[in-house]
């Protein structure tokens, strides 16, 4: 029988021979935060949804009669523009160089980064955006019509009709991948946003900060077999191009009626 009994979690340090009196613990090492594995993937042909009225020429073109007064109207909206200030000043967490300069149609991919919602999303707060896309359209149509449909729920009306363009793009290389993560991610991938959100902005910003991370693989919230990809940087999103339009139309009911309404002019 020992004078000294062992603490759960701890190991025992006897005194030293040398007539030390007093007993040291030491505890052990923290847990690591789990890290979800990576995989290495060569993902073309993905889908981002926008409004399609994001697509049609600038709104200020017929206020100008000189292309002198069009860069002049460009520069005053600039000073209220989001997407243009964040490009200038950055947001907090968002370094402007960083941004897609020079590259077909880069003020796509800068606006997906520089606009952020109130709250974030799943795997972004309020001073980082990220680009999110489906890895087919039935995914992404699934995701933004589960969004139109809560907005509409929130004022009782399911009457409305929204067009959405397709924006198509490739990612190749190493991301951390959730699907089969099981209940290690169950928090980041639940169906309610005031748990999910929290969870996965936490996730994200210790993978992007800790682990460099290129960004997330995840199985769809909203839509079932689909998959998601959220991309934390700019620089990863390539060859990016305009796909189909897509119409979505509530009729008085919460499912809302998807139509296919051909291919978009190129961007």
Known sequence: M???AELPGR?????????????????????????????????????RLIPSGRLKPPVLAPLAPTKQAMEDLAALE?????RLM???????ELNPRELAFGRPNDSFVNAAFTHVRAGGNRFNDEKRGAWYCGFDAETSLGEVAFHLTRELEAIDRFENVSDYAELVADFIGPFHDLRGAG????????????LAYPAGQRL????????????????????????????????????????????LRWEGRPEPVVERLGSADTL
């Open 2 to 4: 020992t004078d000294h």
């Open 183 to 194: 209940p290690w991610a169950s928090a980041c991938l639940a169906a309610d946003t005031a």
């Open 11 to 47: 190991e025992a340090v006897l005194p030293e021979e040398d007539g030390g009196q007093d007993l040291s613990f030491r505890a052990e090492p923290p847990a690591r935060p789990w890290t979800p594995p990576v995989s290495d993937i060569v993902q073309r042909n993905t889908v």
């Open 78 to 82: 600039g000073l209220t523009n989001g």
């Open 204 to 247: 994200a910003r210790r993978l992007r900060e800790d682990a460099l991370s290129n960004g997330l693989i995840y199985p769809s919230v909203r839509w079932p077999e689909g998959t998601c990809l959220v991309a934390f940087r700019p620089a990863l999103v390539q060859n990016l191009r305009q796909g189909g339009l897509w119409r």
């Open 86 to 92: 964040a490009a200038e000043d950055g947001l907090p």
